[in-house]
């Protein structure tokens, strides 16, 4: 199962100044606990998942930003594209990690991440989550969300557009669970996806 997805910030060059790592998006799934012991716990709850999605974050984005420095490639190959031109996913950063008990969360977790320009993308999984299973999704959900959000356009801000992203992930990824999707199926949910969001 997936424990959390999140949308964060990427410094865009190796060598730039590394800003500060911002989540932009973040959907946490399971079983939500809030309710439980008042508002004083469930306000101490709601920031303690707070900190745990943004340490990942910073891992995520130190994890892109290693991969950019590592590969090689002069920092021109790691500017924005325009925003009409598609994306390919098959060239951008990606890879895992595992978090260990306590690191911050109570169990071990494996960590996907994908680097899309400026953007970060990460699925926190259970540790023995089929991986491959999880990558292809966490791809599909970049595709999606690129095109649905716009992201990448000028002006774009995922901030406000929270209702477009839970859109996607409830089609893709129904209350964390990873889904065996053939091409058909994708199609499907593609258009469903596009009939409720008016497109």
């Known amino acids: 199962m997936v424990h959390a997805f999140l949308i964060h910030t990427v410094s865009c060059r190796p060598g730039d100044e590394a800003g500060p790592c911002r989540v932009l998006y973040s959907r946490v799934f399971g079983p939500e606990r ?3 012991g008042g508002c004083q ?7 303690h998942r707070k900190e745990q999605i ?7 984005e ?3 930003r290693l ?6 490639k002069p920092p021109s190959e790691h500017l924005i594209q325009l925003p009409d031109e598609p994306v390919s996913l098959q060239d951008a950063p990606s890879g895992v990690f595992h978090l260990r008990p306590g690191d911050p969360f109570c169990e071990d977790k494996t960590v996907l991440w994908l680097g899309v320009q400026c953007l970060g993308f990460a699925l926190v999984c259970d540790l023995h989550e089929n991986l491959m299973l999880a990558e292809s999704t966490l791809r ?7 095109e649905h959000l716009r992201l990448l356009s000028s ?6 557009k929270g209702d477009r992203a839970e859109a996607v992930l409830s089609k893709f990824l129904p209350h964390g669970q990873l889904l065996f999707l053939n091409e058909q ?7 469903e996806l596009a009939a409720s969001l008016g497109k």
Request: hydrophobic content about 50%; some cysteine.
């Open 34 to 36: 809030l309710d439980e």
């Open 41 to 47: 716990d469930a306000e101490k709850e709601r920031l």
């Open 54 to 60: 943004l340490a990942v974050a910073r891992q995520a």
């Open 62 to 64: 130190s994890m892109c």
């Open 67 to 72: 991969y950019q420095q590592a590969s090689g």
């Open 140 to 146: 599909l959900l970049v595709k999606e969300l690129l």
């Open 155 to 160: 002006g774009s801000d995922v901030l406000l």
């Open 185 to 191: 199926f994708v199609l499907s949910l593609q258009r």
